[in-house]
């Protein structure tokens, strides 16, 4: 059992990675990234919504004039988080983007447990960290840097301020995701409902990013959603919602079960393995780029460096 229980917690982190890529088509359908967030998103929270009533649990909605407001933010990290991967992958590939994503999680959940931040057991700084840390950070420095100069046909061009905005946008989308962790961990603690906690996580995510949709439409800074297109798009481009919706009921589920650091380290792992498969083959339509020799050590440093961070 526990070790269904393991992979499980991999194939996790691999449908995270998946969720990214399969964003792009319903991206390219739609016509606007924040259209398609808005799809994703809203298909995610139907999804949960049926589990929950099939569950029995959203009763504990009752219990929400209890909750702090605070609390029930943390669905504000899906919108940047999902609209990041949009954004991100067609210029920086899978295996960079998600190096960049896991660089935000892997110093953002640092942060909380070395300080002890909304409500985390305090964890002490030891040498396992700082080799860890020192890890990923060399991880992600060569596979950007083993990146330049390769980009493949049809890839967007970047000039150096346009890369540094893209690289910092993509770390600080991973930086929020342990902090909604931390957010709903602590709702939880409330509505002692699991799905629920998700359900309105995604609930909160989709009315966020529709909000956004709206505003940029009134000021015409994105173009109007398209819908026709949709029926063109091939079947695999409805997977992201689902992705996410397995993502985050599995790593709550898991947590209790096997540990939040195991978790975080094998679902990491999955992320980036994935991700450089993704890239390897030019898998979901994206630009082919090889798993060249830099990108193979900046992935296995990325690899090593989550899992001495997680498990020190």
């Excluded at 439409?217 to 695999?236: F, G, I, Q, Y």
């Excluded at 195991?262 to 993704?278: C, D, F, M, P, Y």
Aim: glycine share 12%; charged share 10%; aromatic share 6%.
């Amino acid at each position: 059992m526990h070790t269904a229980l393991l992979a499980t917690a991999l194939l996790v982190g691999c449908l995270l990675a998946v969720q990214a890529s399969a964003n792009l088509q319903l991206n390219s359908a739609v016509g606007t990234p924040y259209g398609a967030s808005t799809l994703q998103l809203g298909v995610a929270t139907a999804l949960l919504t049926a589990l929950a009533l099939a569950a029995g649990t959203l009763g504990a909605l009752g219990r929400l004039p209890d909750v702090p407001a605070w609390q029930l933010l943390g669905g504000l990290a899906s919108p940047l988080y999902i609209t990041s991967g949009i954004l991100l992958f067609p210029r920086l590939g899978a295996l960079a983007s998600v190096g960049l994503f896991v660089t935000g999680q892997m110093f953002a959940s640092l942060a909380l447990d070395l300080f002890g931040l909304l409500g985390l057991e305090r964890k002490e700084f030891g040498a396992g960290i700082v080799l860890g840390a020192a890890a990923v950070l060399a991880g992600i420095v060569v596979i950007i840097r083993g990146g330049r100069g390769a980009a493949p046909a049809g890839a967007p061009g970047l000039s150096r301020a346009a890369r540094a905005g893209w690289l910092a946008l993509g770390i600080v989308a991973g930086g929020v995701l342990p902090v909604q962790g931390a957010v709903n961990a602590r709702l939880r603690e409330r509505l002692h409902a699991p799905l629920t906690v998700a359900v309105l996580s995604f609930a909160v995510a989709t009315l966020t990013i529709a909000v956004v949709l709206l505003v940029l439409r009134a000021t015409r800074h994105t173009p109007a959603p398209r819908v026709a297109p949709l029926k063109k798009m091939p079947w695999w481009g409805w997977l992201g919602g689902a992705c996410a919706a397995a993502y985050v009921t599995g790593t709550f589920l898991l947590i209790p079960a096997i540990g939040a650091a195991v978790t975080i380290a094998l679902t990491v792992t999955g992320q980036q393995l994935t991700s450089a498969l993704i890239d390897h083959k030019g898998l979901f339509r994206l630009p082919r780029r090889p798993l060249t020799r830099p990108r193979t050590l900046g992935l296995a440093l990325l690899l090593a460096g989550s899992l001495a961070i997680q498990l020190a």
